[in-house]
């Protein structure tokens, strides 16, 4: 049997309360997510999440290792995740024209088409399973608390 130590900080039951149901709730609602997606659109959520990044990319690509920065993956998870989508036609990898050492991913015509088909599904699952349950001032909490928690756990990277 392990000992315990006294010099932790144990989670009080408010603390307690509030990461629990944040584990259970993000897990929850990225599964309905991707559900409706895939039900709908026949698209993962994580798919959808790699086209809307590339989307918002002014050129429409996105070397591999800041995508998969972007979306807290691992380079091999991001680039088996990119294979399948490039057999779907939503990507394609290229080289990157600025680093010919580097590899970029690109959205395709056919995954710009699937993104603009899927994105009204997806906004609404949002909307109606979490940002319309908050008021403006818990919106406001959460992404402040939010922001600054990725902001720590992306200087522990660095």
Excluded at 26 to 54: F, P
């Amino acid at each position: 049997m392990s000992e315990v130590s006294d010099d932790v900080r144990w989670l009080s039951e408010r603390e307690m309360l509030a990461w629990r149901s944040y584990v259970v709730a993000t897990l929850m609602l990225r599964h309905r997510l991707h559900r409706e997606l895939t039900d709908q659109h026949d698209i993962s959520l994580t798919d959808y999440e790699v086209l809307v990044c590339l989307s918002m990319s002014e050129d429409k690509r996105i070397r591999m290792t800041e995508l998969a920065s972007m979306l807290g993956s691992t380079k091999s998870r991001l680039s088996h995740q990119v294979g399948r989508m490039e057999a779907a036609g939503l990507v394609r990898r290229a080289q990157d024209p600025e680093d010919r050492r580097g590899v970029v991913a690109e959205l395709t015509p056919a995954g710009e088409r699937r993104l603009d088909e899927s994105a009204p599904t997806h906004v609404t699952g949002v909307r109606g399973h979490l940002i319309d349950l908050l008021t403006p001032d818990e919106q406001r909490a959460m992404g402040q608390a939010f922001s600054r928690v990725l902001a720590h756990l992306t200087e522990d990277e660095g």
